[in-house]
């Protein structure tokens, strides 16, 4: 089931039409992340869909696919863009875990691009998907990012973030936290 969720979800964000995306990857001593992400406008305001994996030296591993609105808020030239859209999250881990899960969250992202500080951009997203979309070991699935990115060139970010991943599982109702920690990273824009 783990194989078929990742296959499934590369092959639909790969068909996705697109005319502009973006490679987003980061890590820190204990986990790694690695996305690629197509608009289908190079617009603020367009469709975005977004396939990842990452993998933690607790040996978890979560695919996700998922696929947003993203657009500027409010007046146009607003320092502020926002997205909301879904996306599936598939987990794997071994070990004293043992999950096998996918859920269906729902969430949102921001990104604020600060008019007096040129090349900085702050944001994140979170996710959430209750019990009712949860299914296999998990109850609820909550997936949490932010960042500080800076624009080294025009079409090159680095960033600092943050990434935190629960799941409370169905059998204990405990809450485990699946990945959790401070990250490096870039994000590279291409045409």
Request: glycine residues 12%; hydrophobic residues 45%.
């Amino acid at each position: 089931m783990r194989l078929h969720f990742l296959i499934a979800g590369v092959l639909l964000a790969v068909s996705t039409a697109s005319v502009a995306g973006a490679l987003d990857a980061n890590l820190n001593n204990d986990s790694a992340r690695l996305a690629l992400s197509w608009m289908t406008s190079p617009s603020p305001n367009s469709l975005e869909a977004e396939a990842a994996i990452y993998y933690n030296t607790d040996s978890v591993y979560v695919g996700t696919v998922g696929v947003r609105v993203v657009g500027e808020t409010g007046r146009q030239g607003n320092p502020l863009e926002a997205g909301v859209g879904g996306k599936l999250i598939g987990i794997t881990a071994n070990g004293d875990r043992n999950i096998d899960a996918f859920a269906l969250g729902l969430g949102f992202a921001v990104r604020y691009y600060p008019v007096t500080i040129n090349r900085l951009a702050i944001g994140g997203q979170l996710h959430y998907a209750p019990r009712i979309v949860s299914f296999g070991d998990v109850e609820n699935v909550f997936e949490g990012m932010a960042k500080i990115e800076y624009q080294v060139l025009p079409q090159a970010f680095a960033y600092l973030g943050y990434r935190l991943l629960k799941a409370e599982l169905g059998e204990s109702g405990r809450t485990e936290d699946l990945d959790e920690g401070v990250n490096v990273g870039m994000r590279i824009l291409f045409q």
